[in-house]
Nanobody
Framework: QLQLVESGGGLVQPGGSLRLSCETS????????IGWFRQAPGKEREGVSC???????TYYLDSVNGRFTMSRHDKKTTYLQMDNLKPEDTAVYYC????????????????WGQGTQVIVSS
């Protein structure tokens, strides 16, 4: 089964930037669309962004559109570049894989990482 590992989280001041990575060590991410989700304390998990398997299509939550950029680096790595971070972006961020096409339904994603914490605070 595809195993995903997130990295790149941390503590950053408002207005700062972070780049999250989603990697697999044993397989290729090529057949999968990759999504990023986040869950803040006391809140439901929400979809943040998604990139299709070929990289031609990307989707963003309205509140992050224009600040976050998702890309496919190589066969094993995708990135989520987060700029102009705001305190409301504080959450645990998870990447997940779904065959080929992005979907807003998190239950369709077949593999999930363990998450990386992002804290935006002064």
């Amino acid at each position: 089964q595809l195993q995903l590992v997130e990295s790149g989280g941390g503590l950053v001041q408002p207005g700062g930037s972070l780049r999250l990575s989603c990697e697999t060590s044993e397989f290729t991410l090529d057949p999968y669309a990759i999504g990023w989700f986040r869950q803040a304390p006391g809140k439901e998990r929400e979809g943040v962004s998604c990139i299709s398997s070929g990289g031609a299509s990307t989707y963003y939550l309205d509140s992050v559109n224009g600040r976050f950029t998702m890309s496919r680096h190589d066969k094993k790595t995708t990135y989520l570049q987060m700029d102009n971070l705001k305190p409301e972006d504080t959450a645990v961020y998870y990447c997940a894989a779904v065959p080929v096409f992005c979907t807003p339904q998190s239950r369709n994603f077949v593999s999930w990482g363990q998450g990386t914490q992002v804290i935006v605070s002064s």
